[in-house]
């Protein structure tokens, strides 16, 4: 009874860091989004302090990522890149975003993160 | 994959601080936004791929992004304008203001000026495209947000820095162009 009692804290615990830590990728991700979405180099948007700041929260947010450019689209590919030290897109689609982002999402499905 | 569509807009959405001159009255939205294509490749007429040369993606990875392989990798006016003479645009001379000229297309290239250690730079930041009907009036892919139709002083400010030269290609030039784009060249 008593271990019940502690697995359910240990869950309350865990689900109320992942809330936390997606409402912060949120924040972030919209900001970003606002404030590059008129650029059109990816190196000026990489430099925005709030990509930085979702690259600094480490690769625990690699499947908020994923699942976020499978819902909402976007220029995820170099955060993915960094925090994951993997390219998954073949050259002859270089440039083709859509595809880009589907060789993205086909690498996370093969990890269980989408 | 499909991705849900943002509805088209009259105006574009963007801070004033970033571009101080643009105004309801001297732009108009001309599609949906649309994430297959950036400036360059709006103004060099590939409608699927995003151009940028992008030197730093991080670590030993390659950049994704197109860029023509016969051009240098990197995010200078030379670069530039090595990568728009693949699809047959040539750097018009100095003075030429842009105007409007029979079987010509024009396009024009902002630069914003960066400082590096002990010296400036002029990193391109954006290209628009000249319309083909009004002498006054410019295209421009914002980013993957939508198209406008605008005022060339219009997109001066913060984001895309100045006009800073013209170039031009024949509407022969771009034929052959748009054919070569079809058989896809490769890119670094």
Redesign the interface.
Known sequence: MKNASLNATDDSKATKVADRLQQEFDLLADRWER??????????KSEHPTHQAIVAMGPVVVPLILRRM??????W??AL??LT?E?P?P????????D???AW?QWGNKRGYC | ?A??RRKRRRR?K??PQ?FPLLTSQNHTVTSDPV??Q????YVVGDK?????P?P????P???????PLSCPLE?TVEAFVSALGTVGFERCPPGDDGRLEAQIEKLAVFTATVSEKHRTRKVP??AAIQSPLRNDKWRSK????EDIEHDLIALSGK?YGDVDFFMKRTFAAKKVALAQLKK?MP??
């Open positions: 404030e590059t979405s008129l650029l059109s180099s990816p190196s000026r499978k819902r909402r689209g976007g220029h590919f170099w890149s960094q030290g390219d897109i050259k002859t689609l270089h440039g083709q975003v859509p880009m982002r589907a999402l | 994959m991705i849900a574009l963007f801070n970033d994430e297959e950036n400036c360059i490749g699927i791929r995003w151009w940028w992008v730093d993606f991080p670590g990875l390659p950049s994704p992004y197109f860029w995010a930041t954006h914002m980013g993957a947000d984001l896809r890119s670094h």
